[in-house]
């Protein structure tokens, strides 16, 4: 114990939310934003202490929406669950969707045919870009836009959901990917509206930038606000693009070369402040980054069969073990840890969240600052609460 | 800081606001009552059960496999097994639901059902205009409400319909030549052979409860 | 004495007396506002107009705001918990009452020897803008200086004190 | 019209309001009441000012309208320095009520 | 025919008083200007409502309001009615009187403030000595009803917008009225007629708008930043600051006392509008020399739809500032830039006639700009930045 | 008067309109929804707000925040048994006359959630529903429906009268009892006054 | 990486006494973890993070685990005398005669809740190292040692494993229920849990939902449902 002692104290600095002292000799004002409080994404909940203006504490509530999606799991077959995983980030569907499918790969090592990888690799992007924008979108919002750029932002996200949905059915809950490779094919026609949507990205994602980036009232309330140090980063386990907009270099598309992420050039940007405003930045550019992988996604993909002929739908039952598959999902690392017990059900179904490990920082970024600016960086984690609850 | 940038974002509202007068791109209402977005060829709402001829009862492809219960996963469907058995497209003997109910405020539209139906008897449908004021009778369907012809099947998925019709002629084709065989050879032997038995693809009935 | 004089009268009258009764601070506030209409009314009755608009803009923009401002920084708003007169209001009523007295016997004692009536007088803005740069050159200086200290010194007086002892 | 009313009726309403600011000066507790007790005091002051030079000999001289501008612009900086008064003293002693204040002296 | 007109509405005043015994007649001409007030602007409100919906949605690429009568015009009718009949709550623990006080001085003061604007070629309600001072007079009431909304609800949202409102109008009022006061001092009159007046003046075609000026430019500027955040409109519209204080000092008005607060914000929004347009856009002068055969309302009301339309504009690009940034703003940089602008009206009016004046000011107003824009406003670690990318 | 007339004096430039009509219209045409959402719904009831179907054109992008000031009450998503009685509160807050849609299957009963042990089985449990839109999520055509039904609903309603709005019988309920969160489920489980019986039509 | 086997090495000769078990792995993800005791969990985790060639900076993952009594029904010989009536040389005469009958002996596993973290490095980019914990049964003794101190990212997700787990987490700074409201008495998750009855009404009934239908038969048929003959049956 001895050795824990001595050396918790050189992490203490930064482990703890730093306390701070009120200055005035005024009382503190206690604020519940939420959880119906229309800043907050849906129901989520902060317990804020105000000093004037300034926050001096602030504690997340969850669970307003916690819908038991493990423990429904874990009652039904691996398949069954597929669907619900749509209803976990309900802005990347088809992202868990691949998550929880290369975990359950993982876990009775199935194979996946190359065209089916470059269809995934297609949807993943086409769903990073819609979220990226409608993540922006939000943020502006919150900011008091007016809406117009969430409205755009929701113009282009309706382009990529019709593709979506002339693939795969439906708009937001695609429920498309399998065990082993994709539910249906993708036809010529589809491929060729792809290219135009992709073909009129980089255009939309100036009009975003001229509207918002050089904007001074962006900047003024977002650079220096909010700001994330990248070993607390590290140690809280934030991923993503907040991750990446504290200046750590860390993709899992990079690191755990899931899927044929290899084969395509990609770069990973990375912001130097940890501020709203780098991981707004961080996100424009990731989106650009989207469009590049597009692109030879879609000159490259193959032909031949999207689904492992071993693969059976009725009747799945995984051999015993255990397995833990991640991606880098638009909000960060999504992960499926499945323990199997030889049943056609899960013994045990985890999802670890990006969206909630994210807020846990919330406090750290929102202490010292004004009331005003919760919001904002609320806003700039970029999360969904049916991923924060499950 | 002099304010261009807000200078820029104004120029590119009002490019928008202009535009919108002289371009489709930046005025992409549709309205929605009188114009209605095309309907994307896979769109999946709910299921409905196809029949095949003019007579739904009759034609009624779902053998009442219970399947789909089963499967379901939010158990939405409740399926009720007939005592009797009535000829299928094929000719051969199945029973059918003598009720088939899906509480549509349940289903969530994930299309399990469809994927695990062995018969091509469940299908999706297209049609969102559900809303009601009455949750009790309004969104439970029964097997009558579900049942739509396979010629509605085509108009809203024609290519999956070309398909699955196709299939299911060829297993006809399978089953006629097949029964005929048999026929031959029970003519030939003077024995008559009371059911063939299902294609080897097709399990019978999962729940036979 | 027309009867628009008597409503305004009654008016600020009303209203200066609810403000330096009444329990709840901000409705003080609130009426005191009345009473500084009525008054503002009162100088347009006497041809005053810069007169009364500048009571406006200065009295209910500025004044009343202000002491709304105290009332919420000083958490006046809540009601007292104790009495809101001070022990010893006897004796401030008693010597109010002297002065109103003293004063009173002072006007009606010299009623007579003031002239009823004079001649509307045709005073424009302008002319109080030459007066003011004119002859009353030096108090307006006067009056500035002490305006700019006063704004200084409150803000001074106001401030947070951010380095404290504890 | 203003012949109907004689400056006596003024000098009167600005007597009575004076009385009022002192009385409501004098007897309430709060400090910022004291403060309103003497805007209400200034107020029938200028109300005296204006009728003396509406009803005075010279009124296009302006005296007395200088005279009562001059005290507006006054009792705007006694009320800012005033109620800042207030707030700092709230500050230290968490009261704004006179009494408490004094006995808190010390 | 064209001065007709002109003269229409003053035309039909007179037709409708002289049916009145000649004693009446001067009051009789107040009130039926009273009761025109009364009617157009609530009207223009209900336009306006419809027109911002529609251009807020045009901006964002879709279509507003269009199917409540022909156009959607009859939305804010439907609305109107709709806030009739609802029910009006009032909370448990509010204070009652000053609830119901307080959109009615809103809407009250707010519509007295119209009196003393010309909207035309002899069209103004009362022309006042001092009209400006009275105008702004006028204007210091409205804090005090939005307090008393805030105040009297007892919701700690409503209290906190309430005194955002209140710090941030009073902040900027300064800077109103100091904008106004440059053009006082080179048109020497606080009377809002007589500086239309003095501008109603031609060289060539070119009219001489104080708005045509260096110092009416930026005193121009100035005024629309300091009437924005008067009216509490984006960017400034933090007391209504949705996404923090849910609907600001408003949040527990419902119904028709809403539809007031409403109607007071958007009349709020006529006056400095018309206001500015007198002030600094030529009142109802028309624009060129030959367009004067044109009504001379029809210029005022277009010149304020005008820039009723930059309001909504604003409104639909640009996010909004935060409560100190606000105040940052209003008292380091648009207060000295204001009073600086007081200067170089100064200089211009004691330069007399020729170019001299023109380039001495403008460099004055252009330098203070760039080094207010570039050292006084922003922190130094705001401004655009660079990325770097990891392969 | 009767329908045909009313068509008859129209064709001829006679428009006839009632008090009760003129006060439906209003109510029907000026539906302000309550910035609200919950779950999956609330995203497709933003996209219904946006600009390819746009909500607006029917006068209801008027998203209030101050629920006093909303009329409608979007459940756009799943209820949790935490959340319940939060949304009961909102809904006290609104002023009559009020209306609520449930989006969503998760709002109507649970949806595919409702073997979940937090998930409160449809709202109606606690407040009265006006109208249901199955589907997970709907899609933002259906939300235009379920707003088109709605309005034809307030147009279908009588001032006096029996079958009078709940809003306009003095002797209805205004305030809906809010539940606890007790040690196991919430308390109680529904409000009988509101969870309707479920009747066998077929 | 180091392979689980020389990570388990590593740690003994880092931490003294601690006790570091293997677990394999039997799947085709083949992630072999380690079991470590509670008692130097602290150690071992300051250890992982802070070793510069390990780097285990990153705790992506903390995932709570019930293992429930197991009953087990095994076939055992045993042994036992048995006293019989034997013919003796003196007549019948009671004997103890050892005797191996076979016995199907039901055996209780105690079961236990688990604690599984996954750690990855961000610094060296690999990746994962699966490390439980176990309580010591289910129902008293559910303290594990709190990581929250060496990897913040643990803060919510041990919150919640104690939410739904009930395991308890010595050190937490701040362990309140997360998901669930502060009321609430259960532990959700847990293969035991018994959901509240708040069955009101179903259309579609079938299997568990049956069941439950068919227990409130009688308010169902006070309330008109109409699966009443579906439910008798």
């Not at chain 4, 002192?22 to 004291?34: D, E, S």
């Not at chain 5, 690009?317 to 105040?327: C, F, S, V």
């Not at chain 5, 760039?370 to 990318?389: E, F, H, N, Q, T």
């Not at chain 6, 006359?97 to 109606?124: E, H, T, W």
């Amino acid at each position: 114990m001895s050795l824990a002692e001595t050396k918790s104290e050189k992490v203490a600095g930064w482990n703890r939310p730093p306390v701070v002292e009120p200055d005035g000799e005024g009382e503190l004002l206690e604020v519940a934003m939420g959880p119906h409080h229309p800043s907050t994404h849906g129901v989520f909940r902060m317990d804020v202490a105000l000093d004037g203006e300034r926050v001096i504490r602030l504690k997340p509530v969850f669970g307003y929406l916690h819908r038991n999606h493990e423990k429904i799991a874990e009652g039904a077959s691996y398949l069954a669950s597929m669907p619900y995983t749509d209803r976990l980030d309900y802005f990347c569907s088809l992202t868990n969707n691949w998550a929880y499918a290369l975990a359950v790969e993982k876990l009775s090592g199935q194979e996946v045919p190359e065209r089916a990888e470059y269809i995934r690799v297609i949807l993943a992007e086409l769903t990073r870009i819609q979220n990226h924008a409608s993540t922006i979108g939000f943020l502006l919002q919150e900011m008091g836009a007016s809406g117009t750029p969430l409205m755009y932002a929701f113009r282009e996200r309706e382009k990529i959901l019709d593709l979506f949905e002339s693939l795969t059915g439906s708009r937001m809950m695609c429920n498309y990917m399998r065990f082993g490779g994709c539910r249906v094919d993708v036809s010529t026609a589809w491929l060729d509206a792809t290219r135009k949507v992709v073909a009129g990205l980089p255009g939309f994602i100036d009009e975003f930038e001229a509207l918002l980036t050089a904007n001074e009232i962006l900047m003024a309330r977002c650079q220096g606000v909010g700001i994330l140090k990248p070993d607390l980063a590290v140690n809280a386990g934030i991923s993503g693009p907040m991750l990446r907009g504290s200046g750590v270099n860390y993709d899992i598309r990079k690191v755990d070369h899931y899927g044929i992420y290899d084969r395509f050039k990609f770069r990973v940007p990375l912001g130097d402040h940890g501020d709203i405003y780098d991981r707004y930045m961080v996100r424009v550019l990731e989106m650009r980054e989207s469009i590049i992988i597009l692109d030879q996604a879609l000159r490259d993909i193959p032909a031949g069969p999207i689904m492992d002929p071993k693969a059976k739908i009725r009747g799945f039952r995984p051999k015993p073990g255990e397995a833990y598959g991640r991606i880098e999902a638009p909000k960060g690392e999504l992960g499926f840890y499945l323990i199997s017990d030889g049943g056609p059900n899960p013994y045990r179904y985890r999802v670890r969240p990006p969206s909630l490990i994210n807020l846990t920082v919330l406090e750290d970024m929102c202490l010292g600052q004004n009331v005003a600016d919760v919001v904002l960086i609320f806003g700039s984690v970029d999360i969904v609460l049916g991923e924060v609850d499950r | 800081m002099l304010g261009e940038g807000i200078l820029k974002g104004m120029a590119e509202t009002a490019r928008n606001f202009f535009g919108s007068y002289v371009s489709k791109e930046r005025l992409t209402t549709v309205e929605y009552p009188e114009e209605r977005v095309p309907t994307a060829e896979n769109a999946r709402v709910f299921p409905f059960l196809v029949y095949d001829g003019a007579e739904w009862e009759a034609g009624m492809r779902c053998v009442a496999c219970q399947i789909c219960e089963k499967e379901c996963p939010p158990k939405c469907i409740l399926i009720d097994k007939s005592k009797d058995k009535k000829p299928d497209y094929a000719g051969k003997p199945q029973f059918y639901p003598t009720r088939f109910d899906i509480d549509i405020s349940v289903c969530m539209s994930c299309q399990i059902c469809v994927e695990v139906c062995p018969f091509e008897a469940i299908k999706m449908d297209t049609q969102f205009e559900l809303a009601t004021d009455d949750r009790f009778a309004g969104l439970l369907l029964d097997r009558k409400e579900l049942a739509k012809s396979n010629e509605y099947y085509h108009t809203i998925h024609p290519t999956e319909a070309t398909e699955v019709d196709s299939r299911l002629a060829e297993e006809k084709a399978k089953v006629e030549a097949k029964a005929k065989a048999a026929a031959e050879a029970a003519a030939a032997k003077a024995a008559a052979a009371p059911n063939p038995a299902p294609p080897a693809d097709k399990p019978p009935a999962g729940g036979g409860d | 004495m027309s009867p628009i004089f008597y409503i305004l009268a009654v008016l600020t009258l009303a209203g200066g007396l609810a403000s330096v009764t009444l329990k709840h601070l901000v409705h003080c506030a609130l009426a005191v506002t009345v009473a500084f209409a009525g008054l503002a009314l009162l100088f347009l009755q006497l041809d005053a107009q810069f007169a009364g608009f500048a009571q406006i803009l200065v009295y209910i923009g500025a004044v009343v705001i202000l002491i709304v401002f105290a009332i919420l920084l000083t958490r006046g708003s809540d009601l007292p918990k104790e009495g809101v007169f001070s022990k010893t209001w006897p004796v401030g009523l008693l010597i109010a009452a002297a002065v109103f007295a003293v004063l009173g016997w002072a006007v009606l004692q010299s009623v007579r020897a003031v002239p009823q009536q004079a001649a509307v007088p045709a005073v424009t803005v302008r002319d109080i803008g030459i007066a003011l740069v004119g002859r009353y050159v030096l108090p307006l200086e006067i009056v500035a200086l002490l305006l700019t200290a006063a704004t200084i010194g409150a803000v001074i007086v106001a401030m947070h004190e951010k380095v404290r002892s504890r | 019209m203003i012949g109907a009313t004689p400056l006596a009726g003024y000098l009167l309403v600005a007597a009575l309001l004076f009385a009022i600011g002192l009385a409501g000066a004098l007897t309430r507790r709060n400090a910022i009441l004291v403060l309103i007790g003497i805007e209400l005091m200034l107020n029938a002051a200028n109300l005296n000012l204006i009728a003396f030079w509406r009803y005075g000999p010279h009124p296009e001289a302006l005296t007395g309208m200088m005279f009562a501008i001059f005290s507006i612009a006054v009792a705007a900086a006694e009320a800012a320095v005033g109620l800042g008064l207030v707030i700092s003293i709230y500050r230290h002693t968490n009261t704004a009520e006179l009494d408490k204040i004094s006995r808190m002296k010390g | 025919m064209a001065g007709k007109l002109d003269q229409i509405f003053i035309l039909l005043r007179d037709w409708l008083a002289h049916f009145l015994p000649a004693a009446l007649r001067p009051a009789a001409e107040v009130v039926l200007g009273v009761i025109a007030i009364v009617c157009v602007f609530p009207g223009l409100f209900a336009l306006t409502t419809v027109f911002e919906r529609k251009g807020l949605g045009r901006i964002q690429n879709r279509l507003g309001p269009n199917r409540v009568g022909p156009f959607g015009l009859f939305q804010p009718v439907a609305d109107g009615i709709k806030a009739l009949i609802k029910e009006d709550i009032v909370p448990f623990s509010a204070n009652a009187g000053v609830h119901f006080l307080a959109p009615l001085v809103l809407v009250v003061t707010v519509f007295m403030g119209f009196a003393v604007l010309p909207m035309g070629r002899n069209m103004v309600l009362v022309n006042m000595d001092s009209g400006l001072l009275f105008y702004f007079a006028m204007g210091a009431a409205t804090e005090l009803s939005v307090f008393m909304a805030g105040w009297s609800s007892r919701n700690k949202y409503s209290l906190l917008g309430a005194m955002r409102a209140v710090a941030q109008m009073i902040s900027y009022e300064v800077v109103l009225l100091l904008s106004a006061v440059s053009v006082v001092m080179i048109s020497g009159t606080l009377s809002l007629p007589a500086i239309v007046a003095s501008q109603n003046t031609y060289s060539g075609i070119w009219p001489h708008w104080y708005i045509f000026t260096p110092w009416g430019l930026a005193a121009f500027v100035m005024y629309a930043i300091a009437g924005t955040a008067e009216t509490n409109r984006s960017p400034f519209d933090l007391p209504e600051g949705e996404s923090e204080l849910v609907a600001g000092y408003h949040t527990e008005y419902s119904g028709f006392k809403f539809a007031l607060f409403f109607l007071g914000e958007y009349l709020a929004m006529f006056s400095i509008s018309g206001l500015g347009t007198t002030l600094f856009l030529g009142g109802w002068s028309a624009p060129f020399s030959f367009l004067t055969l044109i009504p001379s309302w029809i210029w005022f009301f277009g010149k304020v739809m005008v820039s009723i339309f930059v309001f909504i504009w604003m409104r639909g690009t640009l996010p909004r500032l935060r409560q100190d940034q606000l105040m940052n703003f209003a008292w380091k940089f648009v207060l000295p830039f204001t009073l600086l602008d007081l200067l170089v009206t100064a200089l211009w009016r004691f330069m007399g006639e020729g170019w001299a004046r023109w380039v001495v000011c403008t460099v004055i107003l252009v330098a203070a700009y760039a080094v207010m824009g570039c050292l006084g406003l922003s922190r130094k670690d705001i401004g655009p930045r660079s990325y770097r990318y990891a392969e | 008067m009767d329908q045909q007339l009313k068509i008859e004096l129209g064709k001829q430039g006679v428009f006839v309109t009632t008090i009760e009509e003129l006060y439906n219209w209003g109510r029907r045409s000026s539906v302000w929804p309550m910035q609200f959402g919950l779950a999956c719904c609330a995203i497709e009831m933003i996209a219904t707000t946006m600009a390819r179907y746009d909500m607006a054109r029917f006068g209801a992008e008027v998203f209030r925040p101050s629920p006093r000031q909303a009329d409608l009450m979007i459940v756009s998503g799943t209820v949790t048994k935490k959340m319940a009685p939060q949304v009961v509160r909102l809904y006290n807050q609104m002023a009559e006359p009020r209306y609520v849609i449930a989006m969503g299957a998760c709002a109507i009963s649970g949806g595919p959630f409702k073997q979940g042990y937090n998930v409160l089985k449809g709202i109606d449990r606690y407040i009265p529903v006006d109208v249901h839109i199955p589907g997970c999520p709907p899609r933002p055509e259906a939300l235009l429906q379920a707003f088109i039904t709605l309005q034809k609903k307030i147009d279908g309603q009588h001032l006096t009268g029996e079958d009078r709005p709940r809003f306009l019988d003095p002797n209805a309920q205004g305030e809906f009892s809010v539940p606890d969160q007790g040690e196991h489920d919430l308390e109680p489980t529904s409000n009988t006054g509101v969870w309707p019986v479920p009747i066998t039509i077929r | 990486m180091k392979s689980v086997e020389e990570i388990k090495a590593a740690i003994e000769s880092a931490v003294p006494g601690a006790a570091v078990e293997v677990v394999p792995n039997p799947g085709p993800a083949a992630q072999h973890s380690l079991r470590i005791a509670p008692e130097h969990a602290i150690d071992i985790a300051q250890f992982l993070r802070d070793d510069p060639e390990l780097a285990l900076d990153f705790l992506s993952n903390v995932t709570g685990v019930d293992w429930p009594d197991k009953e087990i029904a095994e076939k055992v010989k045993v042994t036992r005398e048995v006293k019989k009536m034997v013919d003796g040389p003196d007549g019948k005469v009671e004997q103890t005669v050892q005797e191996t009958v076979d016995e199907t002996r039901k055996r209780v596993e105690p079961g236990c809740l688990e604690v599984v973290f996954h750690l990855y490095s961000i610094a060296k980019t690999h990746g994962p190292l699966v490390i439980r914990m176990r309580t010591k049964n289910r129902s008293d003794q559910v303290e594990l040692p709190s990581v929250t101190p060496i990897w913040r990212s643990a803060e919510f997700q041990e919150r919640e494993v104690f939410d739904l787990y009930g395991i308890v987490f010595t050190g937490h700074p701040d362990l309140r229920r997360i998901l669930m409201w502060d009321e609430f008495k259960d532990y959700p998750m847990r293969k035991d849990y018994v959901e509240p009855d708040d069955f009101e009404y179903e259309p579609t009934p079938h299997d568990e939902v049956l069941k439950r239908a068919q227990k409130h038969k009688g308010r169902e048929q006070q309330t008109g449902i109409r699966d009443q003959e579906r439910v008798a049956e």
